[in-house]
């Protein structure tokens, strides 16, 4: 469930999540009045976008070429420049030498306004610069509050490794929620066990701004991310689908199953052994086979399957 941004927002949006995947969430103000001047002007009217000093280099424009040249002093050692081939000295003028950086003490709180968390104004820093906590949000279908971190540069083989090792460090006990500024094409497909990861793009309120809208991300989560795989699972473990079925389970002891053996199958693992899954469910000395942990239901029996002690997922 999405909705579509007014244009004006929507390229602001777009410009906040292409700046947030750089290295320093920085821009220069050439690369901003040559490509962005609307979305880069709108952004410093909110405060998102700061001054926080010079680059020693810009862009040759009068070469057209998109490297970046270095800037010296002028032989009147009055202004800054370079030498093009083409045009003789270039001077540099002093706004394009000026850097801008989203302001994340401005931004996050614009983003998580519409959340009824505890750290909304103040979110709390897990990886500098880089991933944030802000507490337990309480969204519509959902009786307890759902753990909220927001990051950004996920599509980062070191900044996804630093972040598994969050995971490992401050495990949750449900499910967790991760709400990324990287596009929702470029999050990595990983399965992170009962973590969901959500691109700030797809659950923005259309009619107020860049609000996350908990309306929207109580129904992504409750259909998850089709990532093209045969089989899928919410990261609360509450459902999965396989085969473009989805079956939805309320039991604690069932979802433990499920669970299990999909992630033996995202693991290439053929099959599991019934007693481990069992014993790993919690399941009890009385409870040997899968018929009798899904006593009462028996469309589990679709896309699982039970032979000579082993079990698995059967795609």
């Known amino acids: 469930m999405t909705r579509s941004l007014r244009s004006s927002d929507n390229d602001a949006l777009a410009l906040i999540c292409a700046i947030a995947q750089t290295r320093d969430a920085r821009i220069t103000s050439a690369a901003l009045s040559n490509h962005h001047p609307a979305a880069g002007a709108q952004l410093q009217a909110l405060g998102v976008l700061t001054r926080v000093g010079d680059e020693a280099a810009v862009t040759s424009l009068a070469d057209h070429e998109d490297t970046p040249v270095a800037l010296v002093r002028s032989p009147d050692g009055r202004s800054f420049g370079y030498f093009s081939p083409q045009a003789g000295w270039v001077t540099a003028s002093p706004d394009d030498q000026s850097v801008f950086a989203l302001s994340f003490e401005t931004l996050l709180?614009?983003?998580?306004?519409?959340?009824?968390?505890?750290?909304?104004?103040?979110?709390?820093?897990?990886?500098?610069?880089?991933?944030?906590?802000?507490?337990?949000?309480?969204?519509?279908?959902?009786?307890?509050?759902?753990?909220?971190?927001?990051?950004?540069?996920?599509?980062?083989?070191?900044?996804?490794?630093?972040?598994?090792?969050?995971?490992?460090?401050?495990?949750?006990?449900?499910?967790?929620?991760?709400?990324?500024?990287?596009?929702?094409?470029?999050?990595?497909?990983?399965?992170?066990?009962?973590?969901?990861?959500?691109?700030?793009?797809?659950?923005?309120?259309?009619?107020?701004?860049?609000?996350?809208?908990?309306?929207?991300?109580?129904?992504?989560?409750?259909?998850?991310?089709?990532?093209?795989?045969?089989?899928?699972?919410?990261?609360?473990?509450?459902?999965?689908?396989?085969?473009?079925?989805?079956?939805?389970?309320?039991?604690?002891?069932?979802?433990?199953?499920?669970?299990?053996?999909?992630?033996?199958?995202?693991?290439?693992?053929?099959e599991c052994l019934t007693a481990a899954v069992l014993e790993a469910a919690d399941s009890g000395d009385q409870v040997r086979t899968l018929g009798k942990a899904f006593r009462g239901r028996a469309d589990w029996r679709e896309f699982i399957k039970e032979e000579r002690g082993r079990c698995w997922i059967d795609i």
């Not at 709400?179 to 259309?206: M, N, R």
Request: net charge positive; proline share 7%.
């Open 109 to 270: 709180p614009k983003l998580l306004d519409g959340l009824d968390c505890p750290l909304v104004s103040r979110p709390v820093q897990l990886l500098p610069g880089l991933l944030w906590e802000v507490g337990g949000a309480r969204l519509p279908g959902r009786s307890a509050r759902v753990p909220v971190w927001i990051g950004r540069r996920l599509s980062d083989p070191a900044t996804w490794a630093l972040l598994l090792q969050q995971f490992q460090q401050r495990p949750s006990p449900g499910l967790r929620i991760v709400l990324s500024l990287t596009a929702e094409a470029k999050l990595p497909k990983t399965y992170v066990s009962g973590h969901e990861i959500i691109a700030v793009q797809s659950v923005i309120d259309a009619n107020d701004g860049f609000r996350i809208d908990p309306q929207i991300l109580a129904a992504r989560l409750a259909h998850g991310r089709d990532d093209g795989q045969p089989a899928s699972m919410a990261a609360d473990g509450a459902s999965i689908t396989v085969r473009g079925k989805s079956y939805a389970f309320t039991g604690t002891k069932q979802r433990a199953i499920i669970r299990h053996l999909f992630e033996a199958w995202q693991r290439g693992e053929r």
